[in-house]
């Protein structure tokens, strides 16, 4: 069975810093795929960022970057420069290349200071 | 850009009552799937479906039923709302099974049975 794991419920970080947010997951699939979604008060999940397991580079979408570390099953989220507006819920998930579902973590809040 | 819509933002209901939340998507998607997030819990699937009139069960079906008699409509039945129902309700939807397939979500739909 597929397991992410989140291990900050929340985090502080100043504006126009950087911020990573850890996740790990296990499968036992050699072909998945990473997801990150962030998810502000309003509710909706946004999608931010994949990678593949197979994916030789990490993937990087603007600000958004992910830190790939397959050996040690590790998809942390690199926000860069971060902004007020980055102020919300952070969830990682994963699909196997057979399976039509997504697991998710229980997400890190991120709160941005000015 | 994809669209996915939820028919109510907030839903109040009473205990005992057949409810229905419905949601639609634009994009001709293959894939529908419906969660449920509590705190602290991350998103649980519920059902999902892989084409009309398909349907599976995620991981917590119990209590709940779907339909999906269009490709773009997939909806979510609770028989008999019960008080531990009162969660987020989150419709997704993605193009097809392939591991790099992102599934896109709706707005949520924050249910509370008295």
């Known amino acids: 069975a597929q397991k992410i794991t989140q291990t900050q419920p929340g985090m502080f970080v100043q504006e126009k810093e950087a911020v990573t947010l850890d996740c790990t997951y296990d499968?036992?699939?050699?072909?998945?795929?990473l997801f990150w979604y962030k998810q502000p008060s309003s509710g909706e999940m946004i999608f931010l960022i994949y990678?593949?397991?197979?994916?030789?580079q990490n993937a990087t979408e603007g600000r958004y970057s992910l830190n790939f570390q397959k050996a040690r099953k590790s998809a942390n989220l690199v926000i860069s420069a971060s902004q007020l507006g980055d102020s919300a819920m952070y969830f990682c998930?994963?699909?196997?290349?057979?399976?039509?579902?997504?697991?998710f973590g229980a997400g890190t809040t991120v709160t941005v200071r000015a | 850009d994809v669209k996915v819509t939820q028919s109510s933002r907030y839903l109040v209901k009473r205990t005992g009552e057949k409810v229905f939340l419905e949601c639609v998507q634009d994009?001709?998607?293959?894939?529908m799937f419906w969660y449920r997030q509590d705190p602290g819990l991350g998103l649980r699937l519920i059902y999902f479906?892989?084409?009309?009139?398909?349907?599976e069960k995620g991981d917590i079906p119990e209590g709940y039923s779907v339909s999906r008699e269009k490709k773009e409509r997939f909806s979510l039945i609770l028989e008999s709302a019960s008080t531990n129902q009162t969660s987020m309700y989150l419709c997704?939807?993605?193009?097809?099974?392939?591991?790099?397939?992102?599934?896109?979500f709706g707005p949520g739909t924050r249910l509370t049975v008295l």
């Open positions: 998930a994963m699909r196997d290349a057979n399976d039509y579902k997504l697991s």
């Open positions: 990678q593949g397991s197979y994916d030789q």
């Open positions: 479906s892989y084409d009309v009139k398909m349907k």
């Open positions: 994009m001709d998607h293959e894939n």
């Open positions: 499968t036992s699939d050699p072909s998945y795929g």
């Open positions: 997704a939807s993605s193009l097809d099974r392939a591991s790099t397939d992102t599934q896109y």
